[in-house]
Each structure stands twice: as C-alpha cells, then as structure tokens.
C-alpha cells in the first residue's frame, strides 16, 4: 500500500517551469507504476504522464511530449514531474497516483492510490 502526497505546484508564468513532487509512504513503492494526471475546473481527469515501477518505461501524453518529463527516485519513495515551457492551458490541479499492475496508464480506473493534487497556475 501507497499513499501519494504530492508538493511542488504554485504560479508561474507562462514559459516557465515546475518540478512537482510525489513522497508516497510504504515500503512497496519500487514495485508501484506512477503517473501524474491533471484535472482543470470543468473539465474531467487527464492522463499526463506514467512511469513503470522500473523506471525504464514511461509514457505521456502527446500534448505533454517534449515539455514534461516524469522521472523517479525509488530509494526516497518519490516521482518527480519536471514540467517545462508551460502554457496557460497547463492551469489544472495536478494529482500523483499509484497502481499494482503497471496496465492502462492513461485509465484513471487503472489507480488504487491517488494523493490530495497541488495546485499549477500559469499566468499568460
């Protein structure tokens, strides 16, 4: 068991960049897929970014591709999301989750653990 709490978000200003970070407790993190995901208001839950628990496989989302990069530290029970040249439309809460299996990454349904989400605010 995992749970994800995630820190790093804040305002910035378009162009610019963020590292988030997610510390989850447990002792079985190194065997957890990650990703970060991020939900703008009216708008549903999207897939940003995933990690398998080896940290060899990632993916992202294509609109993510070449700007942000998921990266993890399983000695310190954390995942990282570098998130560079941001954009306005990057303004969401951005949430951290967890999942056994490493299957169907971009499926919020695929994710046992989810932390509490930090706020990104991009200004124009």
């Known amino acids: 068991q995992v749970q994800p709490v995630e820190s790093g978000g804040g305002l910035v200003q378009a162009g610019g960049s963020l590292r988030l970070s997610c510390a989850a407790s447990g002792r079985t993190f190194s065997t957890y897929a990650m990703a970060w995901f991020r939900q703008a208001p009216g708008k549903e839950r999207e897939f940003v970014a995933g990690?398998?628990?080896?940290?060899?496989?990632?993916y992202y989302a294509d609109s993510m591709k070449g700007r942000f990069t998921i990266s993890r530290d399983n000695a310190k029970n954390t995942v990282y999301l570098q998130m560079n040249s941001l954009k306005p439309e990057d303004t969401a809460v951005y949430y951290c989750a967890a999942q056994k299996y490493g299957d169907s990454y971009g499926d919020t349904s695929s994710y046992e653990y989810w932390g509490q989400g930090t706020q990104v605010t991009v200004s124009s």
């Open positions: 990690m398998h628990w080896s940290g060899t496989i990632t």
